[in-house]
């Protein structure tokens, strides 16, 4: 007996209609007028037809059918085969689309800048959901299992370092309908913040770093102070819960002989080593556990400034940490890497390299110190450097990693961006942690005059 043909045309023809149907409905709006059980009637027929082409057929012809992204992301939505315990939710991302957003809020993203936009739903006792949308779509609709605390967020990219951002989170009951717009804001925006307790002010130029030196999970401080020209004082704050208080610097550390100390993994065995400067050369301390070693090691020497200003991170992602170094005196100077050139469990640094991965000498008439963070959370480390003239108000310049963690390629620098502006002291030295634990990297700023500056990164990628 011949079996019967399937009819995949007529199939497909019928998947057209209700996803015109459907769409025509949210549209105008009587899709969302109708009871829970008639929209869920309406989306389980699309979905097993679709389902059941996804079967026999190409994706791309089945969602050729299909023409709207809205409905493709209902399609996908978490829970929709289930046959209870779920809500309708309508993202509304059109209402007050703005061009002039530098940075501020705004109803919306502005679709000719973005390059791609992903939602996902996330909540107790329910897999974290993600999809891909078109960056023109007007809203989009989401079938999701009822229960507290729904947290709904949308991401939309550029082709800059710049993104928007916007999430709510929601209750929802068994057959709710809920519209539901997203306030987005274009990021990163740092704004003024009130510094964590236990942060005082030092004597003199103070240069923070910061690392979780005693193994409990939170960012702990260490400060440099400069008393003079060759005198210094290195204090550690340990970060107990939000809250810092002064504790024994570890044993190891020289409080009147290391400078600038940076707090970094250099030797790659997990625990956090120090760099620092003295003089010309570029030094570091390695910590065997319970103390740091009494005799430091040699990674450079920069003859060219009064300080050297080092910052130690893993630049070109093979697992340990390198170097890249500013420092302080008149005229136009370079910033210096140093690659640490051994793979595991060693501390082996290679020759400086002035001016690396496409970056440019720096005029500046004091001090130009710098710092690394992956600002825009792509992967890869994106360079800060504070330019400080001593009779004028320092300014940040940023410079947007455009290669790969593996190989960076730095941008054209921006002045002052993401809502910070230039500060009334003579040196200023940057440093970053997610002191707040929200998910993204807060700065701090220490000054000439021995305080500290705190600036809270309000979005939330």
């Known amino acids: 007996m011949r079996a019967k ?6 199939n497909l023809e019928r998947l057209r209609e209700l996803s015109q149907s459907i769409h025509a409905s949210m549209e105008d ?5 109708l009871s829970f059980f008639e929209r869920y009637r309406k989306i389980r027929e699309i979905k097993k037809l679709y389902n059941r082409l996804l079967g026999s057929l190409s994706e791309a012809s089945v969602r050729g059918a299909v023409s709207f992204a809205s409905l493709l992301v209902l399609l996908a939505a978490p829970g929709c085969d289930d046959d209870t315990g779920m809500a309708t939710v309508k993202i509304d991302l059109s209402t007050g689309r703005s061009n002039n957003l530098v940075p501020a809020k705004s109803s919306a993203y502005v679709p000719s800048e973005v390059t791609g936009v992903q939602v996902k739903v996330s909540g107790p006792g329910i897999k974290t959901f993600e999809k891909e949308i078109e960056p023109g779509e007007n809203s989009i609709m989401l079938m999701v299992p009822a229960g507290r605390d729904r947290v709904f967020s949308v991401r939309a990219e550029t082709a800059t370092v710049y993104f928007y951002f916007g999430k709510e989170t929601v209750d929802l009951n068994n057959g709710d309908m809920i519209n539901l717009p997203i ?5 990163p925006v740092f704004e003024t913040g009130t510094l964590p307790d236990g942060i005082g002010t030092f004597t003199r130029s103070t240069f923070p770093s910061f690392g979780d030196l005693d193994g409990d999970g939170d960012m702990d401080l260490l400060v440099s102070t400069e008393y003079g020209t060759s005198e210094s004082r290195v204090y550690y704050l340990m970060n107990n819960n939000g809250t810092f208080s002064s504790a024994t610097l570890p044993t190891g550390i020289e409080t009147a002989l290391d400078r600038f100390v940076n707090l970094a993994d250099i030797d790659s065995d997990g625990d956090l080593d120090t760099v620092f400067s003295i003089g010309f050369n570029l030094l570091y301390r390695i910590n065997n556990g319970t103390v740091f070693s009494g005799t430091y090691g040699y990674a450079g020497s920069y003859s060219g400034l009064n300080l050297i200003i080092p910052v130690a991170v893993d630049i070109d992602n093979d697992g340990d940490a390198d170097i890249l170094a500013g420092g302080t005196l008149y005229g136009t100077r370079a910033i210096q890497y140093i690659q640490n050139t051994t793979d595991t469990y060693g501390t082996s640094f290679g020759e400086i390299t002035a001016n690396p991965f496409g970056l440019s000498s720096i005029a500046t008439n004091a001090s130009f110190s710098p710092a690394l963070v992956d600002i825009d959370q792509d992967g890869d480390l994106d360079l800060f450097i504070m330019t400080s003239p001593y009779t004028a108000s320092s300014n ?9 963690p593996e190989a960076p390629a730095f941008s054209t620098p921006l002045t002052n961006p993401f809502g910070l502006d230039a500060i009334s002291y003579q040196m200023a030295f940057p440093a970053f942690a997610d002191i707040d634990r929200d998910g993204d990297a807060d700065m701090f700023i220490g000054t000439s005059s021995g305080n500290i500056l705190y600036y809270e990164n309000v979005v939330i990628p």
Do not use: C, D, Q, W
């Open 29 to 33: 709006g009587s899709f969302y007028r």
């Open 183 to 187: 306030s987005m804001v274009r990021g």
């Open 396 to 404: 940040i310049l940023f410079y947007e990693n455009t290669g790969s």
């Open 5 to 10: 043909p399937k009819n995949h045309a007529r």
